[in-house]
């Protein structure tokens, strides 16, 4: 399989508690976006790398979410002390180049914060 | 008022029906326009973009009106397979054309095709 990849699936955490996403993109993409959707709305942008460079980041990403892309490869998006709010499902996608504005989503992580 | 709008439905209609969905958005520096396709509980799907002159892909049309600010999606001889969400999706570039890579998505339009 080809397409984006994600880790894990589906986790169910505790209040206060943190947690780490894996996403691996198409290979060759350069650019890789992190989303997080709610039910009933379409995805929100969080943030997004070109290579290892991150180049943007929403106001909805918080002091307690970071992200990173250190060898330009797969990404990891880390939430600290996660609050009940957090739950949502966790969106990856890559494009090719920045002038190929058409992104390839990922299965998602669905995260349930109890 | 929001970057996308979309009429969130549901469109409840027959196999065989014509349906449409439209689409409006507000940043006319808005360059490049999509409809995706979410299934219940899984990723979206890149149906198709959108140009300018309008493009066709099988029984899906899709029109774009920069004037107005408006995309439009109309199936043709709708399918059971066709039920899903239907995003209408924006993206902006500078004037060199290179993307700023966040896709503004609206929050889709449901479709349930009956038999």
């Known amino acids: 399989d080809t397409g984006v990849s994600q880790d894990p699936r589906h986790k169910i955490t505790k209040r206060g508690q943190n947690v780490t996403f894996r996403c691996d993109p198409i290979?060759?993409?350069?650019?890789l976006y992190w989303y997080r959707q709610t039910l009933g709305q379409g995805p929100e942008f969080l943030t997004y790398f070109q290579n290892e460079a991150q180049l943007e980041k929403s106001r909805l990403l918080s002091d307690r979410f970071s992200a990173e892309r250190p060898k330009g490869s797969f990404s990891t998006l880390e939430i600290q002390r996660t609050e009940q709010g957090d739950s949502a499902m966790y969106l990856c996608?890559?494009?090719?180049?920045?002038?190929?504005?058409?992104?390839?989503f990922g299965p998602g992580t669905r995260l349930t914060v109890t | 008022r929001k970057e996308v709008e979309q009429d969130p439905g549901p469109f409840n209609v027959p196999e065989g029906a014509t349906v449409a969905f439209n689409c409006t958005y507000s940043n006319s520096a808005s360059q490049s326009f999509f409809w995706y396709r979410q299934d219940c509980r899984k990723e979206p799907k890149l149906l198709m973009s959108v140009y300018s002159s309008g493009n066709e892909d099988g029984r899906f049309t899709a029109q774009l009106n920069r004037a107005s600010q408006y995309i439009s999606l109309l199936i043709r001889d709708s399918k059971l397979s066709d039920s899903a969400t239907y995003l209408c999706v924006v993206n902006m570039a500078n004037a060199g054309g290179t993307s700023y890579g966040k896709l503004t998505f609206g929050q889709g339009t449901i479709l349930t095709v009956h038999p």
């Open positions: 290979s060759e993409h350069n650019r």
């Open positions: 996608a890559s494009s090719l180049s920045p002038k190929s504005p058409e992104q390839y």
